[in-house]
T-cell receptor, first 113, second 115 residues
């Protein structure tokens, strides 16, 4: 069966450390993988995406990797800050003409000062 | 200010009542989507529309209905047939242009509760 999974347990880290979030999928072949941030009671906001033939993408303190052999994406936040505390969602983009995405359930990150 | 506006922010439904959630966008996006989010679960697709006057069922369409009479508007009706409507509802839009890579832009959500 097709599945997309993120760490269901919340991730608690100390300010200044690197947070690493995982997104695993089975029986999908996404063309892109996207990451969104969602604050409590708000809608998700797009952060960045990575193509299937890209190994790594960076944006400021964010880094995403995409391993199509392992069927896994890792999302890193370096020098984490309490303001980075939020839920992070990964989404698979199959490049369908409908624009539909398949979302993971999200991982909640708590950065403690 | 470009974006997606959902209203109301909070909504209460009585037994047997239909309620309508509003979603308006001024991004000139072709596609619009409705998702339901329950605690600890991902976004589940209810309905989506790629063009005016056309829409398709998502994964959990039962008990819901939509319309797309204008490009900017995609209201969702939660009918009395939806027995467990308490959830956070999110509307999103996407340009569907090749270079846009299917990035979705979300509204702030409507929290629906049953009285």
């Amino acid at each position: 069966s097709q599945k997309i999974e993120q760490n269901s347990e919340a991730l608690n880290i100390q300010e200044g450390k690197t947070a690493t979030l995982t997104c695993n999928y089975t029986n999908y072949s996404p063309a892109y993988l996207q990451w969104y941030r969602q604050d409590p009671g708000r809608g998700p906001v797009f952060l960045l995406l990575i193509r299937e033939n890209e190994k790594e993408k960076r944006k400021e303190r964010l880094k995403v990797t995409f391993d199509t052999t392992l069927k896994q994406s890792l999302f890193h936040i370096t020098a984490s800050q309490p303001a980075d505390s939020a839920t992070y969602l990964c989404a698979l983009d199959m490049l369908s003409n409908t624009g539909k995405l398949i979302f993971g359930q999200g991982t909640t990150l708590q950065v403690k000062p | 200010d470009g974006g997606i506006t959902q209203s109301p922010k909070y909504l209460f439904r009585k037994e047997g009542q239909n309620v309508t959630l509003s979603c308006e966008q001024n991004l000139n996006h072709d596609a619009m989507y409705w998702y339901r989010q329950d605690p600890g679960q991902g976004l589940r697709l209810i309905y989506y529309s790629q063009i005016v006057n056309d829409f398709q069922k998502g994964d959990i369409a039962e008990g819901y209905s939509v319309s797309r009479e204008k490009k900017e508007s995609f209201p969702l009706t939660v009918t009395s047939a939806q027995k467990n409507p308490t959830a956070f509802y999110l509307c999103a839009s996407s340009p569907l242009a090749v270079l846009a890579k299917n990035i979705q832009y979300f509204g702030a959500g409507t929290r629906l509760s049953v009285l």
